[in-house]
T-cell receptor
Framework: DAGVIQSPRHEVTEMGQEVTLRCKPI?????LFWYRQTMMRGLELLIY????????DSGMPEDRFSAKMPNALFSTLKIQPSEPRDSAVYFC????????????????FGPGTRLLVL | EDQVTQSPEALRLQEGESSSLNCSYT??????LFWYRQDPGKGPEFLFT???AGEEKEKERLKATLTKKESFLHITAPKPEDSATYLC???????????????FGQGTTLQVKP
């Protein structure tokens, strides 16, 4: 299996520009998570989808952030407009949730997108 | 509020020098404590899940243990390839639902010198 695929791996943009991060979860997984990692705040959950439906988006910093999962094969995280404080590594993770708690922890992470907003 | 604190922030060991990493947690009803390993430039990699006090799990030179307030990741006779950041997380439930999210600690960065 190819694992979770994220693109781009690196993104450098200027403040005010739109940024779109992409994620392809592991085939057959039905839960998808977007995380942000910074030195100051560590690893934080931004949004969590189950069967393509957003379950918890309380971690999304503000309206500038939006995420979509149009199907089980693909998700995007968009920042518009971007700001320097959005600079971080963004991870996507997926898991297979069978309806209980036991599979939530086996989240498989992608390699991340390192975002730098100048 | 559910919280996870890891110590030390950084740890340097000589190859073969055993030690332990600590993860203290505050959660309303522990449903699971998780250890991940993260190498530079990569995403976290799942290591263990512990569900109840007294539980232990092992993988190669790593052993994770759990009490009611904290978890330890014991590293026995470490090798340079064990160098990484080790993350601890707890499962925080959404109210009375049967699902939740992981709350991560800041991690312990381990460096093992040959």
């Amino acid at each position: 299996d190819a694992g979770v695929i994220q693109s781009p791996r690196h993104e450098v943009t200027e403040m005010g520009q739109e940024v779109t991060l992409r994620c392809k979860p592991i085939s057959g997984h039905n839960s998808l998570f977007w995380y942000r990692q910074t030195m100051m705040r560590g690893l934080e959950l931004l949004i969590y989808f189950n069967n393509n439906v957003p379950i918890d988006d309380s971690g999304m910093p503000e309206d500038r952030f939006s995420a979509k999962m149009p199907n089980a094969l693909f998700s995007t995280l968009k920042i518009q407009p971007s700001e320097p404080r959005d600079s971080a590594v963004y991870f996507c993770a997926s898991s297979l949730w069978a309806g209980g708690l036991t599979t939530l922890e086996t989240q498989y992470f992608g390699p991340g997108t390192r975002l730098l907003v100048l | 509020e559910d919280q996870v604190t890891q110590s030390p922030e950084a740890l340097r060991l000589q190859e073969g020098e055993s030690s332990s990493l600590n993860c203290s947690y505050t959660v309303s009803g522990l449903r699971g404590l998780f250890w991940y390993r993260q190498d530079p430039g990569k995403g976290p990699e799942f290591l263990f899940t512990l569900y109840s006090a007294g539980e232990e799990k092992e993988k190669e030179r790593l052993k994770a243990t759990l009490t009611k307030k904290e978890s330890f990741l014991h590293i026995t006779a470490p090798k340079p390839e064990d160098s990484a950041t080790y993350l601890c997380a707890v499962l925080s439930l959404y109210g009375s639902s049967n699902t939740g999210k992981l709350i991560f600690g800041q991690g312990t960065t381990l460096q093992v010198k040959p």
